[in-house]
């Protein structure tokens, strides 16, 4: 931001601060913006000839507010010109607003040079260096994220990368987010997107960052330790009993009560990567695919991921950074 008051003549004399506005006051202080100028520099045009291109952080903040928010392009070009607040965050003013075209083309820019890993592996390395680094175990998990199953769109079809699968009595239609997180910070370090029906065993070794030695995952990875792409791999597998291993005990065993003692302590730990879910879907409101396809889809979760990293360590950062003030 060229300033971190929002103090313009609309905001001049308000007495309460919005949690929008707080939110963004937050977000300025911990995003590493010098890091992500750095890896996205190199491939944003200079603007040479015709007219100059729209600066690099202004763009950068507009794409994050589209994640953070859930705008289109066409609403996130109409917002710039109705709120301040997100104007002023931007560094934009109403003289020069960059339209829909400009910003699907910025994000385009980020989908073909795949900049969405590196931007992940900015902030987790930003992240890093002030104390959040990773530990030794990661815990394996995956959401489904909803698609739109109508066919009654122009191209008269569903997304042909987008399947049907079913969790307990319902049936979904869209794509999955698999995760790898730390097992003490719960921050999420691997991010892989497939469709719905793909499962979660299968997807694990592109979920481990390689110096792990213990893995945690619920009973849905019930025999993953055997598939062969993790012959040799030296890690501890606390993947979760299925409940009808032990219902059948006596209760009031020895043996029944320390079952559930070992089950309670794992879900402890395993219960950590369910935040990072909850960040992204209701604090960030990221409910349903946002685009048609596996690739355009997967980049922005793991932008997404990216930035609930940020969100969850906040705390942190700012305690670090000092007390944040108007």
């Known amino acids: 931001m060229k ?16 949690r929008k506005e707080l939110f963004l006051i937050e977000m300025d202080r911990v995003v590493p913006w010098k890091g992500l100028i750095a890896l996205i520099e190199p491939h944003y045009p200079k603007g040479e000839g015709g007219r100059p291109a729209y600066p690099l952080m202004a763009m950068l903040r507009v794409h994050l507010l589209q994640n953070w928010f859930g705008y289109s392009d066409p609403a996130m070009e109409e917002a710039l010109y109705e709120t301040t607040i997100l104007r002023q965050f931007a560094g934009l003013n109403l003289e020069r607003i960059p339209d829909e075209t400009t910003i699907l083309n910025f994000r385009r820019l980020l989908e073909k040079h795949e900049l969405a890993a590196g931007i992940l592996a900015v902030i987790n390395g930003y992240l890093g260096d002030r104390g959040l680094s990773l530990r030794q175990g990661t815990i394996v998990d995956a959401t489904l994220i909803n698609a739109p199953s109508s066919t009654k769109n122009k191209d008269g079809k569903r997304d042909p990368e987008m399947h049907q699968t079913k969790k307990g009595n319902q049936y979904y239609f869209g794509m999955k987010a698999h995760i790898g997180a730390d097992d003490e910070s719960g921050l999420v370090h691997s991010v892989v997107g497939t469709a719905a029906n793909v499962a979660d065993v299968t997807q694990v070794d592109k979920l481990l960052h390689g110096d792990e030695n213990v893995v945690c995952a619920d009973a849905g990875y019930t025999g993953v330790e ?8 030296e890690v501890i597998w606390q993947v979760a009993a299925r409940r009808s291993t032990y219902k059948k005990l006596d209760k009031r065993s020895v043996l029944y009560k320390a079952k559930r003692k070992i089950e309670k302590a794992k879900a402890q730990v395993r219960a950590k990567v369910e935040h990072p879910f909850r960040v992204i879907k209701r604090q960030f409101g990221y409910t349903k695919v946002r685009f048609r396809g596996l690739a355009k889809n997967t980049a922005q ?5 990216a930035l609930s990293n940020l969100w969850m360590a906040r705390r942190h950062l700012l305690t670090n950074a000092g007390e944040v003030r108007l």
């Open 226 to 233: 055997k598939r062969p792409e993790h012959e040799g791999r």
């Open 301 to 305: 979760l793991v932008t997404l991921f």
């Open 3 to 18: 300033q971190m008051t929002f103090a313009d003549a609309e905001y001049a004399g308000k007495r309460k601060q919005t």
